[in-house]
């Protein structure tokens, strides 16, 4: 149902929006091409099993699994692979979808996108852009502040809480 709302919607306007930004890279970029780079075996050893799956394969967490979801306090959202701050706690929102989601990433330079045309679908994905490591997917179905939904999986990211 997703799938089908998405392009419908959005498919053609949410793609091309991104496509025509600056913070666009390749699909094919090589791993040299982010500040933080580490060989297949030292991200298996720096990363859990979990962890490396999605941040390094690109597997999604089951929805509702991950305890960052009920994660209210302020603070910040970091890579769990390479430490980069992603998203503040100030854009976080419930989506419903079981994954937590913001409606914008910490800076310009937090995240970076590429398109991702897996599992039929036309989606947009959001990588760390210290460590290349893949973080969840934007949608344009977001809260009207900005318009979009990163949907992210939480085993991705670490919460640092703010500092009273
Ligand atoms: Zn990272």
Request: charged share 25%; net charge positive; aromatic share 6%.
């Given at each position: 149902?997703?799938?089908r709302r998405f392009l419908l919607t959005s498919g053609a306007i949410g793609l091309t929006a991104w496509f025509g930004s600056s913070r666009f890279v390749a699909v094919s970029a090589p791993a040299e091409a982010f500040p933080v780079a580490h060989t297949d075996a030292e991200w298996r050893k720096l990363l859990t099993p979990a962890?490396?799956?999605?941040?390094?394969?690109?597997?999604?967490?089951?929805p509702f699994s991950s305890p960052l979801l009920a994660?209210?306090?302020?603070?910040?959202?970091a890579c769990a692979g390479c430490d980069h701050g992603l998203f503040s706690s100030e854009t976080k929102f419930e989506s419903g979808t079981g994954w937590p989601s913001f409606w914008a990433p910490l800076s310009e330079d937090a995240v970076v996108m590429t398109p991702d045309t897996t599992l039929g679908m036309i989606?947009?994905?959001?990588?760390?852009?210290?460590c290349g490591g893949h973080l969840g997917h934007v949608f344009d179905d977001g809260p009207k502040v900005t318009g979009l939904r990163y949907c992210m999986n939480g085993i991705a990211m670490i919460f640092k809480p703010a500092v009273a």
């Open positions: 149902m997703l799938t962890q490396y799956a999605v941040l390094r394969q690109s597997a999604t967490e089951r994660e209210h306090r302020s603070g910040l959202f989606r947009t994905e959001v990588h760390c852009a210290r």
